[in-house]
């Protein structure tokens, strides 16, 4: 393949920063990308282990063989290995997956039901691939492994099914209770602990209906925790195990069956008789709407906030709800020392012409053009599920055509980097529970050579690492200073490492935050 000559060609530079920049680029590495071939280029962070990147070339558009490119960087971004995979041109990359010993692929046939599954064993790189059948036209939407098993989940003919595969025997099961009309999966959770399977499930109809269904490691169906009787409606939830016993949900409900948020909902699942577990599980659930959050309207302008806020209260006495239209992007809970932390980041769909954003309703839009982040806000609870304390970082001006996951956390203790990467750029937000530390500043991705400038920026991603460090990747367009004519364009994988200064905390409660955006 023509591609291999992109490792002689890797460049990795070590950048002095001055010591007083609270995020610093410590690393990076460029690979020369081809605009012209069809390629791509993917990021696994493997938090101590170091990274692997993976390179895609070749494909359906020169009827080609698609070849797969691995390689694994130690954190200082020095390669450890490296191991190539051509795949046959009738096989389709779907989704990946990844824990702390393999990284896996799945692959699909185009218009069939067969599918191969590809094991990247991270120590050494050797590779493995299982063959197996699983359904045609089959809708793919999650992709897990727990131990020897794949579940892939999706949909069949607009019905919801999920599958189990086994590596060992190649046999394929369906889990049981789930192909039925108008029911869509929130999720797909595994819990290595229990070495159980949990699949979050709601009704489009019928009220809305949400229900949690666990599954053994053999497929078979242990318990159904059902919602139908709480008091609002369930719209995604995410699982988190904090005890042997027992597992917290979190997630976002609405109050008219619609995909509109009107808050967040916490409750406690035990895993003992489903029966009880449901009963107990609705009546323990804590509804939070977002006017009772300390800060979720500081994106917001300060007067637009207190009016927001104004019309809320004169609802909540007249006896009604005031009706927020939020869209919500749930991250999965992050464990800490004294509970956990949830991540959501609020966006709208955006189109060309006048739009109203979070009432449902489109006036003149004649294009899409893809999704607006407005803001995100995280939340710390204890094990019980008691809420903590609340906290937003403001997104100005980010739009993406795809609903990815924008905004990073990186914990440090008691403190929290909130982060996420927009046009060359990185923001920053330093939190301490419901206090800013440090307001949002902006921090500029450098190249190799102070002579160069960065002309173009695309496909930006930023990850959490280990510690201290994030990862910045993307493509970008470099050319010299002084000649703008002379371009050239590469992938770029960038090592960044905030260092925090000792803050006066008289001073950050004192200063107001940093407010931006408006209502939509």
């Not at 490792?7 to 012209?36: G, H, M, T, W, Y």
């Not at 064993?121 to 089959?138: A, K, P, R, Y």
Request: aromatic share 12%; net charge neutral.
């Amino acid at each position: 393949m023509t591609r291999l000559f992109i490792i002689c060609f890797l460049l990795l530079a070590v950048i002095q920063r001055p010591a007083k920049a609270q995020l610093a680029q410590s690393l990076r590495i460029e690979i020369p990308s081809d605009p012209n071939e069809s390629e791509s280029f993917d990021v696994t962070p493997l938090a101590e282990r170091g990274v692997l990147m993976t390179i895609q070339s070749g494909g359906y558009y020169d009827n080609a063989p698609i070849l797969f490119n691995f390689q694994r960087y130690n954190n200082d971004l020095k390669q450890i290995w490296r191991t190539e995979f051509k795949q046959d041109i009738k096989f389709r990359s779907v989704l990946s997956y990844n824990n702390d010993q393999y990284v896996y692929y799945l692959f699909r046939e185009y218009d069939t039901d067969k599918f191969q599954f590809l094991r990247l064993h991270l120590d050494d790189g050797v590779i493995e691939t299982f063959d197996g059948i699983l359904l045609d036209q089959f809708d793919i939407r999650q992709f897990k492994v727990m131990g020897g098993q794949a579940y892939v989940g999706g949909y069949h003919h607009s019905r919801p099914v999920v599958m189990s595969f086994s590596f060992f025997d190649h046999s394929t099961k369906v889990l049981p209770g789930m192909y039925v009309n108008h029911m869509e999966i929130s999720s797909l959770e595994i819990d290595e602990a229990r070495q159980e399977v949990n699949v979050l499930v709601h009704s489009t109809k019928r009220h809305c209906r949400f229900s949690i269904r666990t599954y053994a490691y053999d497929s078979k169906l242990v318990r159904t925790i059902d919602f139908d009787k709480a008091k609002y409606t369930l719209i995604s939830g995410k699982l988190l195990p904090v005890s042997q016993n027992e597992s917290v949900l979190v997630g976002n409900y609405s109050t008219d069956c619609t995909p509109y948020s009107q808050g967040i909902y916490v409750t406690r699942i035990h895993h003992g008789d489903q029966v009880d577990a449901s009963t107990e599980a609705v009546n323990n659930t804590q509804y939070i709407e977002f006017s009772q959050l300390q800060n979720f309207f500081n994106y917001m302008k300060p007067h637009r906030q207190q009016k927001l806020l104004a019309r809320a209260m004169k609802k909540k006495e007249e006896g009604k709800d005031y009706k927020f239209r939020y869209r919500l992007l749930v991250h999965d809970l992050q464990p800490t020392p004294d509970g956990l932390t949830l991540v959501a980041e609020v966006y709208y769909p955006q189109y060309r012409g006048n739009t109203l954003a979070y009432s449902g309703y489109l006036r003149g839009a004649d294009r899409y053009e893809g999704y607006r982040y407005t803001h995100a806000f995280i939340c710390g609870f204890d094990l019980q599920g008691k809420l903590l304390w609340d906290n937003c970082l403001p997104i100005k001006e980010l739009l993406s055509p795809e609903l990815t996951e924008m905004v990073q956390v990186s914990h440090q203790g008691d403190r929290m980097v909130l982060a996420y990467p927009n046009d060359g750029e990185i923001t920053t937000e330093v939190i301490q529970g419901n206090k800013v530390l440090k307001e949002t500043e902006k921090f500029k991705l450098q190249t190799n050579t102070e002579d160069e400038k960065v002309t173009y920026s695309t496909q930006e991603n930023l990850m959490a690492w280990y510690d201290r460090h994030f990862l910045a990747y993307g493509f970008q367009k470099i050319a010299p200073s002084k000649n703008y004519a002379s371009q050239r364009e590469v992938f770029y994988l960038n090592k960044l490492t905030y260092t925090p200064e000792p803050v006066d905390t008289k001073s950050a409660n004192a200063a107001s935050r940093r407010n931006g955006g408006s209502e939509r």
